[in-house]
């Protein structure tokens, strides 16, 4: 991931103009492009059956596995994960504390035919090999205010596709690859545990839905459609060494960023 820096300032989400004649009781809000509609409808989806979930199941998972972290930052680094995706409260808590170290998150989920590229949040800088920047000597340097991601890992909940293709739920990321198991975990904790990582997810679920919804009214407004293959070609000469121009989105809006090619 290269470099980046979020520039002053932020594009606000400017509704489309509505025809002055029509009294306010009859304006109606028009429904998303289909490409946006379908997106915030899987994402929504997903957040009811996330809600659906029972709490108890979930905590019953926690104890019958037993996980304990042994401190091995195996989870700090590129071996088990690319990259640290920021709720926006993160973002908002490390600009406090650390404001270079915000990225765009990887992986921009839209792209217009200007060629700039739009993505649903900031990640976690990452050094030259890859680990968090926040990683020094095998240690968290922002512990106490590390992402919310950090705080649930490995536990999650959200449905995935298996490597027979059939979509469930997942509950633990690395099953055998770090930790220790079977240790004894109190109710309470195992309840802990599962709320922090119900409510994570669905505040990323709600995010998505957020830059959707944002995205959705930003095209409209700015006549604008989303170009997969600008995306495609955009991702593309940056690899090759060209700067990336990106919008990501915050809070209800999006803050231009560059990103400068690794060197
Ligand atoms: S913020 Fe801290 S806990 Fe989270 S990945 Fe980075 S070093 Fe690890």
Known sequence: MGTAGAMNGSIGIRPAPLSASVPNALRVTPPPPPFFARRIAFFEAELAELRAYPRERL???VTGIGFACDGCARCCTRQSNDHVFLLEEDADRLREVAPDVLVPAPDPELADREGRLYVSGYALATTENGDCVFLENGRCRHYAA???????????????????????WRQLAGLGKHGEYDTAIPPEEAGRCADETIAYEAAFLEQMIGFYRAAADYFAANDLRHVQKVRDDRLRAHARGEPLELLVYHRGRFEPCRVEPRG
């Open 146 to 168: 590390r992402p919310a991601i950090c705080r649930v890992y490995p536990y999650m909940l959200h449905r995935e596709p298996g490597a027979d293709g059939r979509v469930d």
């Open 59 to 61: 905590a019953g998972i």
